[in-house]
């Protein structure tokens, strides 16, 4: 292998054109280290809520008890704080999940389809109780349990963990990965 030819010196008698280079090089590093320095809070920003939804769900109240219909499914926001290593946002709407009111225990469905991820609707009986539901997306159906009956969605919807405190819901938020066949949080 040969070596590249040492440059001959520049006719002003300047620094030979390798020391710039170097020196050109080593600006840009400096200004992507600087740049890098920069934008730490921006991907930690990215990365910190995932982080923190590893830990574990948030519980999150939401209506009261009594607001709850026997059997018919309601949709209702989940609206939290959300944080990070830096701020904290105040009452941000997170997503929304189905609730449906058996006796005084409340069963939780994420709103979130699990096929691509699209918002699932109840399908309402006329009386009102709740049939099971149905994405509009791709036409994933479930029944009231929230059961796979048909379509492209590889699981049942996501079940939330909830409980009851002061006559208010509370839901045990998490978002789970959408497009595999196991329930994953993400
Ligand atoms: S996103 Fe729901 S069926 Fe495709």
Redesign the pocket.
């Known amino acids: 292998m040969t070596s590249e030819p040492e440059p001959p010196p520049p006719p002003d008698g300047g620094e030979p054109r390798t020391s710039r280079r170097s020196l050109a090089i080593a600006t840009v590093v400096g200004a992507c280290a600087v740049a890098a320095a920069a934008a730490g809070p921006a991907v930690a920003l990215v990365l910190s809520p995932l982080e923190t939804r590893k830990e574990g769900g948030r519980w999150v109240r939401t209506i009261k008890l009594d607001q709850l219909e026997q059997g018919q499914p309601r949709r209702v926001a989940i609206v939290s704080d959300r944080k990070d290593a830096w701020t904290v946002e105040r009452n941000v709407e997170l997503g929304s999940v189905w609730l449906v009111r058996h006796g005084d225990e409340v069963r939780a469905f994420s709103a979130v ?6 918002s ?1 609707n109840a399908v309402l009986a006329p009386d009102g109780k709740g049939e099971g539901f149905a ?6 159906s479930f029944d009231p349990a929230g059961k796979r009956t048909s ?3 590889p699981r049942d919807l996501d079940v939330l963990d909830t409980k009851v405190e002061d006559g208010h819901v509370a839901v045990d938020f998490r978002r789970f990965r ?1 497009g595999i066949a196991e329930k994953v949080e993400t």
């Open positions: 389809c699990p096929h691509l991820g699209c699932v994405c509009p997306c791709h036409t994933s379509g492209p969605s959408t």
